[in-house]
């Protein structure tokens, strides 16, 4: 079965050795390094020695969810070791502007589905040109940019149904009227229960929601369940 634990981001924001710390406490295979500020990229690099990841089955790395094209280059020779490592590099669609940077990634890479704040990334026609340019890139869905876009979730069965075979990771949270990560409600966990199925088992998935360290528990067990990988326990 795929792991399943947090981005760090959402235990402790920037402060990545704090969340590691956190998270000992808890049975968590999986875990996602946050730096989706810009000015987080270079403190985690340098952090990542001295990271104790010691039993995590599956890393990955959120890189800046917005950087301009000057800065690319530099963004993706930080991160291109980190891939090297075998640890999937998740990215937003609409950060790219020279896609032969991220080439040599190859399926370490992961393209993001986006949510309706971004002008492209939301669907199935928005990611094959970005795919075209990638061929070998993953692809991570993110279960509350498509909920928040299509609350049938029919788009996301669309994406599933043409990137599926990419598939390398899933995020799980839900987001309010800002587009911010929240904790899962019971109707959104009903809403993901119904696309359970088509996600397999050994795709790993992280949780984006804010977490205070009493609540860690309560949302693994919520987000286990909206994926249908534990039946909930009878009140």
Known sequence: ?????FSTGSVARSDIDRALRVLRAHDTAAVELSALRTHELAPLVRAIPHLDLDGYEHVSVHAPSAFSAADEPDIAAALLPLARRGWLVIVHPDTLHDH????????????ENMDRRKPVGRTVQ?????????????FCLDLAHA?????????????????????????VSELDSQSRHVRLT????????????????????????????????????????ALGRLVPCAA
């Open 186 to 225: 019971p109707a959104c966990i009903d809403a993901y229960q119904a696309l359970a199925e088509r996600i397999p088992l050994h795709v790993p998935a992280i949780i984006e929601a804010p977490v205070q360290p009493h609540e860690i528990a309560a949302e693994l067990e919520a987000s286990l369940v």
């Open 100 to 111: 032969a940077l991220w080439r040599t990634f190859g399926h370490r890479l992961a393209i």
């Open 147 to 171: 909920f928040q876009c299509d609350a049938t979730l029919g788009e996301a069965g669309r994406l599933l149904s043409a990137f599926g075979g990419r598939l390398a990771e899933v995020h």
């Open 1 to 5: 079965m795929g792991g399943i634990g």
């Open 126 to 138: 928005d990611l094959w040109p970005v795919f075209r340019q990638l061929p070998e890139a993953s």
